[in-house]
């Protein structure tokens, strides 16, 4: 920084970056004059503060405040330095769940006044940058909306949340306090474009609470948000008043513009990275920007091309410590002065550790060293040492960098693979039996993608102390339990509500179900191939759930709604009792294949190991 101010690069992310705070007063200053016009309520008008428009100390500390906020970001190129996200955006395209329509997300409307935006994208698709750049967007659009942040994983949704004291207080981070009287305004004026990051990182136990909190916006005040998510999590599922956009994988022509475009890459590096994509197949690979970055930060330190997802993630702490040595030009000691491969090691735990753990990839740096700590006690390390751990690999590998006042992974997936990896390759199987049993318990989706990583990574494991056993699980609850009841564990489904209770059927979307639910697995294993049987579905239950719920609604006595019921009028217990048995016949055949894939490969590894004696 320099004055305070960040150093922007362009010339002319300069020009817009110094008229954010100017632009974002004005707006404010306009949307009181209408409060006063429209003669709300005599108390709120005496209580307006308009903001001095012309104050340029001000209007600097906005821009601060929103580019720090909302605009700058560090990745796997640029830990050392944020960048801004117009400098380096590549405008990726969405598809409409509903009409198969395609958009650019930097260029093309994607809001409808009347419904909810669900931006979807698999881990490492962008969908925290697109969010970035749809507010910067938004920022600089004629008329545009003032545009609020808020990220769903810092909430403390133990407490109560009220979304006006919510978008008041990103107000305030921002600098221009707003009453949170005056939010209703806002939002039923349309004058904030409300922004909700990151649906797939609330704790599993607050994502009701978390739904209904977005849907406040609208059936309060009439108001329209954006949220992003991963696949298939509560909010995709919600129907009527939310649209689902989903982002698309990136082609050639993307890869190919991404590299030539990043203001991060050295020139003989571009050159390099672009010669080499030529007449491979690595385009099959790079299908997210995650993984196109981790091809432009760490392929000049690799000794080979990657030809799979795992081949990326796979040496990436290493090639990024090689980078550091090299960019530094010396091998400067650590300051535990422990070496790469031991704070490898420390590095792997920790992040078992943390996924394990909890849903939380952001702690306050006392509590990454206390983490780390743990891990270090192997090594003559004092406690202060062992602390430092933490340090030396923010440092040689920056795959850690600081966001605000904490600290996070620089990628979920980052987390994800390292944990998966120091379970398949250096755990013994009680352990990883552990493991993977608190999972199946958990039956939380944040584990999907650790899952898929420990797929690739351990097959015999993978199937043996996993799969099999949730196949297991599921066809005992077949043989005890009543074909509606074993759907409705897996789908989520209440088998039957009171009315006294203050909820409805409503309450309880049919979701895609967890990980350490059969159907989970299945999505994991097959994808679209198993999802688009299990959608349709899904989708006819969903409507007699929705019946249901309003035939309760229009109970007077208050009577018990039974799901088998409504099930039985519609003539769709068949249909349920069709999906069992569809998901009983793809698990054993999964099976099947699975366990002769199994018995192959312990009779090469017992032929290698021969092959080494000899």
Same mark, same amino acid.
């Given at each position: 920084?320099?004055?305070?101010?960040?150093?922007?690069?362009?010339?002319?992310?300069?020009?817009?970056?110094?008229?954010?705070?100017?632009?974002?007063?004005?707006?404010?200053?306009?949307?009181?004059?209408?409060?006063?016009k429209?003669?709300?309520?005599?108390?709120?008008? %005496?209580?307006?503060?308009?903001?001095?428009?012309?104050?340029?100390?001000l209007?600097q500390?906005?821009?601060?405040? =929103?580019?720090?906020?909302?605009?700058? $970001?560090?990745?796997?190129?640029? %830990?050392?330095?944020?960048i801004?996200?117009?400098?380096?955006?590549?405008?990726?395209?969405?598809?409409?769940?509903?009409?198969?329509?395609?958009?650019?997300?930097?260029?093309?409307e994607?809001?409808?006044?009347?419904? $909810?935006?669900?931006?979807?994208?698999?881990?490492?698709?962008?969908?925290?940058?697109?969010?970035?750049?749809?507010?910067?967007?938004?920022?600089?659009?004629?008329?545009?909306?003032?545009?609020?942040?808020?990220?769903?994983?810092?909430?403390?949704?133990?407490?109560?949340?009220?979304? &006006?004291?919510?978008?008041?207080?990103? !107000?305030?981070?921002?600098?221009?306090?707003?009453?949170?009287?005056?939010?209703?305004?806002?939002?039923?004026?349309?004058?904030?474009?409300? &922004?909700?990051?990151? $649906?797939?990182?609330?704790?599993?136990?607050?994502? *009701?609470?978390?739904l209904?909190?977005?849907?406040?916006?609208?059936?309060?005040?009439?108001?329209?948000?954006?949220?992003?998510?991963?696949?298939?999590?509560e /909010?995709?599922?919600?129907?009527?008043?939310?649209?689902?956009?989903? #982002?698309?994988?990136?082609?050639?022509?993307?890869?190919?513009?991404?590299?030539?475009?990043?203001?991060?890459?050295?020139?003989?590096?571009?050159?390099?990275?672009?010669?080499?994509?030529?007449?491979?197949?690595?385009?099959?690979?790079?299908?997210?920007?995650?993984?196109?970055?981790?091809?432009? %930060?760490?392929?000049?330190?690799?000794?080979?091309?990657?030809?799979?997802?795992?081949?990326?993630?796979?040496?990436?702490?290493?090639?990024?410590?090689?980078?550091?040595?090299?960019?530094?030009?010396?091998?400067?000691?650590?300051?535990?002065?422990?070496?790469?491969?031991?704070?490898?090691?420390?590095?792997?735990?920790?992040?078992?550790?943390?996924? /394990?753990?909890g849903?939380?990839?952001?702690?306050?740096?006392?509590?990454f060293?206390?983490?780390?700590?743990?891990?270090?006690?192997?090594?003559?390390?004092?406690?202060?040492?062992?602390?430092?751990? !933490?340090?030396?690999?923010?440092?040689?590998?920056?795959?850690?960098?600081?966001?605000?006042?904490?600290?996070?992974?620089?990628?979920?997936?980052?987390?994800?693979?390292?944990?998966?990896?120091?379970?398949?390759?250096?755990?013994?199987?009680?352990?990883? %039996?552990? =493991?993977?049993?608190? #999972?199946?318990?958990?039956?939380?989706?944040?584990?999907?993608?650790?899952?898929? !990583?420990?797929?690739?990574?351990?097959?015999?494991?993978?199937?043996?102390?996993?799969?099999?056993? =949730?196949?297991?699980?599921? &066809?005992?609850? &077949?043989?005890?339990?009543?074909?509606?009841?074993?759907?409705?564990?897996?789908?989520?489904?209440?088998?039957?509500?009171?009315?006294?209770?203050?909820?409805?059927?409503?309450?309880?979307?049919?979701? /895609? =179900?967890?990980?350490?639910?059969?159907?989970?697995?299945?999505?994991?294993?097959?994808?679209?191939? $198993?999802?688009?049987?299990?959608?349709?579905?899904? *989708?006819t239950?969903?409507?007699?759930?929705?019946?249901?719920?309003?035939?309760?609604?229009?109970?007077?006595?208050g009577?018990?709604?039974?799901?088998?019921?409504?099930?039985?009028?519609?003539?769709?217990?068949?249909? /349920?009792?069709?999906?069992?048995?569809?998901?009983?016949?793809?698990?054993?055949?999964?099976k099947?294949?699975?366990?002769?894939?199994?018995?192959?490969?312990?009779?090469?590894?017992?032929?290698?190991?021969?092959e080494?004696?000899?």
């Amino acid at each position: 920084m320099s004055g305070g101010i960040i150093e922007y690069g362009e010339a002319i992310v300069k020009d817009t970056i110094n008229t954010i705070g100017k632009k974002l007063l004005s707006r404010l200053y306009d949307a009181y004059e209408d409060i006063r016009k429209d003669n709300i309520s005599n108390d709120i008008i %005496a209580s307006l503060t308009y903001p001095d428009i012309n104050n340029m100390e001000l209007a600097q500390q906005v821009n601060l405040n =929103v580019n720090n906020r909302y605009l700058y $970001f560090r990745s796997l190129l640029s %830990a050392n330095k944020r960048i801004h996200v117009d400098e380096i955006f590549h405008p990726l395209s969405v598809k409409c769940f509903d009409d198969e329509i395609t958009k650019d997300i930097s260029k093309d409307e994607l809001f409808d006044e009347n419904l $909810f935006v669900v931006l979807i994208g698999k881990a490492g698709q962008g969908k925290t940058t697109s969010l970035r750049k749809i507010i910067s967007n938004e920022i600089n659009k004629e008329g545009g909306k003032i545009p609020i942040l808020i990220l769903l994983r810092n909430l403390e949704w133990k407490n109560k949340q009220n979304i &006006c004291d919510i978008v008041s207080s990103e !107000f305030n981070s921002i600098g221009v306090p707003v009453a949170s009287d005056l939010v209703p305004y806002f939002i039923t004026k349309n004058k904030i474009l409300i &922004c909700f990051d990151g $649906f797939d990182e609330v704790p599993h136990e607050f994502r *009701r609470k978390a739904l209904n909190l977005i849907k406040s916006v609208k059936h309060s005040f009439n108001g329209t948000a954006l949220i992003t998510t991963r696949p298939d999590t509560e /909010v995709t599922y919600e129907t009527g008043e939310f649209i689902n956009l989903e #982002i698309e994988n990136l082609k050639k022509d993307d890869v190919e513009a991404m590299i030539a475009n990043n203001p991060c890459i050295e020139e003989s590096e571009r050159e390099l990275l672009l010669d080499n994509l030529k007449g491979s197949n690595i385009y099959d690979v790079l299908v997210t920007p995650i993984l196109t970055d981790i091809y432009m %930060a760490s392929f000049y330190y690799l000794k080979e091309t990657p030809k799979t997802e795992i081949d990326f993630y796979n040496d990436l702490f290493m090639a990024l410590s090689d980078r550091h040595d090299r960019i530094k030009s010396l091998d400067r000691a650590t300051k535990t002065g422990l070496d790469k491969r031991e704070l490898y090691n420390i590095f792997v735990k920790a992040s078992l550790h943390i996924l /394990v753990s909890g849903d939380q990839i952001s702690f306050l740096k006392t509590d990454f060293e206390g983490i780390f700590s743990k891990y270090a006690k192997g090594y003559d390390l004092d406690p202060r040492g062992r602390f430092d751990s !933490f340090s030396d690999v923010m440092d040689i590998t920056s795959l850690i960098v600081p966001d605000g006042l904490f600290f996070s992974y620089v990628h979920k997936s980052i987390l994800e693979f390292h944990a998966a990896k120091l379970l398949a390759t250096d755990v013994n199987e009680e352990m990883k %039996a552990r =493991v993977l049993g608190k #999972i199946s318990l958990d039956g939380n989706p944040r584990f999907d993608n650790f899952l898929k !990583f420990f797929y690739e990574l351990d097959f015999v494991a993978f199937n043996e102390l996993y799969f099999f056993k =949730v196949i297991d699980n599921f &066809c005992s609850d &077949c043989e005890n339990l009543d074909m509606i009841e074993v759907i409705s564990n897996e789908m989520k489904i209440p088998k039957s509500i009171n009315k006294k209770d203050g909820r409805s059927i409503e309450d309880y979307p049919l979701l /895609v =179900v967890s990980s350490g639910k059969l159907l989970g697995v299945l999505s994991l294993i097959l994808g679209g191939d $198993f999802s688009e049987y299990y959608e349709k579905t899904r *989708r006819t239950i969903s409507d007699v759930v929705l019946l249901a719920s309003k035939n309760m609604r229009d109970d007077k006595e208050g009577r018990y709604v039974k799901l088998r019921g409504y099930l039985q009028e519609e003539g769709l217990t068949e249909v /349920v009792e069709e999906f069992v048995g569809y998901v009983i016949s793809i698990s054993m055949d999964l099976k099947e294949k699975a366990m002769i894939e199994i018995e192959k490969r312990r009779e090469i590894s017992s032929m290698k190991d021969l092959e080494d004696f000899l």
